[in-house]
């Protein structure tokens, strides 16, 4: 059968599981759970793929991460990718339990077309990651090797807009912990050394320099600890900072220069300071690397599904934020394409995720399940097409 024939079957496929799939990110969407805790829903969806036929690993290589396999001789290993962790307080507000569902409902149309194929195309996984909201769930699975016999990788990410080559930036987290000196505020505080001055310090140091930020770098802070009473002149202040720039390069120049203006509002007050990598994994979040050719695939098919991209410039102006995904880019050729759900605010807002509970981004979401398995037939299909994107690949992580 032709690619086409076997894009045909997957569509069918995923159509006639629509409602399954439905009550999967509805389930996900009832149950947020936060990173590393995903118990619930790493249960939820290894169950629905065994019943659909995969060999599943549970808990691999992480408590409530997965691997699910379906293979149909020799050929290609490509990869699909599932999220599912939520954020504190406001649950799926990045729309994860749709990630979910689209990664579902790729598989199912990939397994489709593996079964009807009369040919060896190769082998499906998916993998179910935990922790991307700040914990760095797939980081620890490149790790652990998870991704060493994996030939293409790939995953959607609902948002407001449809894009298939943002940007998407490298990101570093620290915790700042300002120690001074406790005094009575009335009495005798010149006795005492004012943690909370030297966190304001670095806040307004920070806000300084943003005159000398380039436009494409992102700092972004809050105060966790401030003090326990106003007679009491605080003896520890503790900040939280996240940096986010386009390349690593640039992320280490931008983190130097945070990292300065916290030192010198500790030498003003006369505090001490501790700068802290936040994050359970050792590493950053690095940029996402798009391969051009799954880039192009994936467009021209979510295209033939009615789905409209900005121009490639337009796209390249938007910023997403930051994924470990762009950590697994670096081993393996990747897409991270974004779709739009209707919503009145933008990721991590309320809005969006009450937005992530509609009919509309369950319809939404089915169309991007649909694209990610027409693109994974295309590279199955064209051994011409897996060779361009490996050296495609070699080419963009060797520079």
């Known amino acids: 059968m032709s690619a086409e024939e076997l894009k045909k079957v997957a569509i069918q496929a995923i159509d006639e599981k629509n409602q399954q799939l439905l009550e999967i990110n509805q389930q996900l969407h009832k149950n947020p759970e936060l990173a590393y805790k995903e118990f619930k829903s790493h249960d939820l969806l290894t169950n629905y793929l065994e019943k659909e036929g995969f060999?599943?690993?549970?808990?691999?290589?992480?408590?409530?991460?997965?691997?699910?396999?379906?293979?149909?001789?020799?050929?290609?290993?490509?990869?699909?990718?599932?999220?599912y962790d939520a954020l504190p307080e406001i649950g799926h507000a990045c729309g994860h339990n749709l990630i979910a569902e689209a990664g579902i409902g790729a598989a199912i149309g990939i397994k489709a077309a593996l079964e009807t194929s009369q040919t060896d195309l190769g082998q499906?996984?998916?993998?179910?990651?935990?922790?991307?909201?700040?914990?760095?769930?797939?980081?620890k699975m490149v790790e652990e090797g998870c991704f060493d016999d994996v030939d293409i990788a790939m995953m959607v990410h609902p948002s407001p807009y449809d894009a298939s080559y943002a940007s998407i930036y490298s990101a570093m987290s620290f915790k700042i912990t300002f120690e001074g000196k406790a005094a009575h505020a009335a009495g005798s505080p010149w006795e005492g050394i004012n943690a909370l001055d030297a966190a304001v310090q670095a806040y307004v140091n920070i806000s300084t320099l943003r005159q000398q930020f380039k436009p494409t770098w992102?700092?972004?802070?809050?105060?966790?600890?401030?003090?326990?009473?106003?007679?009491i002149i605080p003896d520890r202040a503790k900040l939280e900072y996240r940096f986010r720039a386009p390349s690593d390069s640039e992320l280490q120049i931008l983190q130097q220069k945070c990292k300065n203006c916290f030192q010198s509002a500790?030498?003003?007050?006369?505090?001490?300071?501790?700068?802290?990598?936040?994050?359970?994994?050792?590493?950053?979040y690095r940029s996402v690397i798009n391969n051009l050719h799954l880039v192009?695939?994936?467009?021209?098919?979510?295209?033939?599904?009615?789905?409209?991209?900005?121009?490639?410039?337009?796209?390249?102006?938007?910023?997403?934020?930051?994924?470990?995904?762009?950590?697994?880019?670096?081993?393996?050729?990747?897409?991270?394409?974004?779709?739009?759900?209707?919503?009145?605010?933008?990721?991590?807002?309320?809005?969006?995720?009450?937005?992530?509970?509609?009919?509309?981004?369950?319809?939404?979401?089915?169309?991007a399940a649909k694209s990610m398995a027409m693109t994974c037939i295309d590279v199955m299909s064209s051994r011409d097409l897996q060779v361009q994107i490996k050296q495609e690949f070699i080419a963009s992580t060797s520079q």
């Open 55 to 83: 060999q599943v690993q549970r808990s691999y290589p992480l408590p409530t991460s997965f691997r699910a396999t379906f293979s149909r001789g020799k050929g290609p290993k490509m990869c699909v990718i599932c999220e």
């Open 124 to 139: 499906l996984i998916v993998y179910g990651t935990p922790a991307e909201e700040g914990g760095g769930g797939k980081i």
């Open 296 to 367: 192009d695939l994936y467009e021209n098919n979510a295209k033939s599904l009615g789905i409209e991209f900005p121009s490639r410039a337009e796209q390249k102006q938007k910023m997403l934020g930051s994924t470990d995904m762009g950590n697994v880019s670096r081993v393996v050729p990747s897409i991270h394409p974004t779709y739009s759900i209707e919503t009145k605010g933008g990721n991590h807002t309320r809005e969006f995720a009450v937005a992530a509970s509609t009919e509309q981004a369950h319809r939404q979401t089915i169309i």
């Open 266 to 284: 500790a030498q003003a007050t006369g505090c001490k300071v501790d700068i802290v990598h936040e994050g359970i994994c050792d590493d950053h």
């Open 218 to 231: 992102r700092v972004h802070g809050i105060v966790t600890e401030g003090g326990i009473k106003t007679n």
